[in-house]
């Protein structure tokens, strides 16, 4: 069982900025992706931005340019910085990771998708 702490978020004006970051608990198996997605009222959740152990970073068309995310495999960390931030980024983020288990000798293995619980971001006009 992995855990996700998050912190960071809360209330920014529009055109600011916030970082969130996120760390996994301990694990012995390895955590292959990293990244955010939000929930706005109403909507879907939705991809923000992953970045996988290998260092390749994914962006939804919506804030390519504005988001950046990285990751600390030492740590098991992964942060993303919110620049030039908009009312229609203000949503519940949450951290997720997917978790490759090796099963046996073979290198038989599945992946396991894990949730933080969410983080309030918020950005007034």
Not at 2 to 9: A, C, I, K
Not at 20 to 28: D, G, I, N
Not at 50 to 63: A, E, I, K, L, R
Not at 67 to 85: G, K, Y
Request: hydrophobic content about 35%.
């Amino acid at each position: 069982q992995v855990q996700l702490v998050e912190s960071g978020g809360g209330l920014v004006q529009a055109g600011g900025s916030l970082s969130l970051s996120c760390a996994a608990s301990r694990t012995r198996s390895s955590i292959k992706v990293m990244g955010w997605y939000r929930q706005a009222p109403g909507k879907q959740r939705e991809l923000v931005a992953t970045v996988t152990s290998d260092g390749v970073t994914n962006y939804s068309d919506s804030v390519l340019g504005r988001f950046t995310i990285s990751r600390d495999n030492a740590e098991n960390t992964v942060t993303l910085r919110m620049n030039s931030l908009k009312p229609d980024d203000t949503a519940i983020y949450y951290c997720h990771a997917t978790i490759r288990v090796v099963v046996n000798v073979e290198g038989a293995y599945f992946d396991r998708d894990y949730w933080g619980q969410g983080t309030q971001v918020t950005v007034s006009s």
